[in-house]
């Protein structure tokens, strides 16, 4: 059975829009460098990502529109130009 929802994972997308400001309550890990996708690896409890139930283990698609290369810094500077809202494309 777990091995069906291994393969059901990461079929999923889901567009998460944040409000508000950073920080945002999230950290990201991998990317094309450690050779593992976007992940989401920790929200924050009663954070803005936390209120829009971005998970750990999200894999992230794209920022604002902006479809991801796999790229951490790319994800990481396109969070941080953002102000006032964040849209994300997640991958569940």
């Known amino acids: ?14 567009t998460v829009l944040l409000r508000g400001k950073a920080p ?16 989401i690896t920790k929200v924050e409890q009663g954070s803005v990502a936390a209120a829009v139930r ?3 283990g999200d894999e992230m698609v794209s920022v604002n529109a902006v479809p991801l290369s796999g790229s951490a810094q790319e ?10 809202t964040l849209t994300l494309v997640v991958r569940r």
């Open 1 to 14: 059975m777990k091995d069906v929802e291994q393969k059901l994972r990461g079929t999923e997308k889901n």
């Open 24 to 39: 945002w309550g999230f950290a990201l890990r991998g990317g094309a460098k450690r050779r593992e996708p976007l992940l």
């Open 54 to 56: 971005l998970q750990t």
């Open 75 to 84: 994800a990481i500077s396109l969070v941080k130009s953002s102000h006032g």
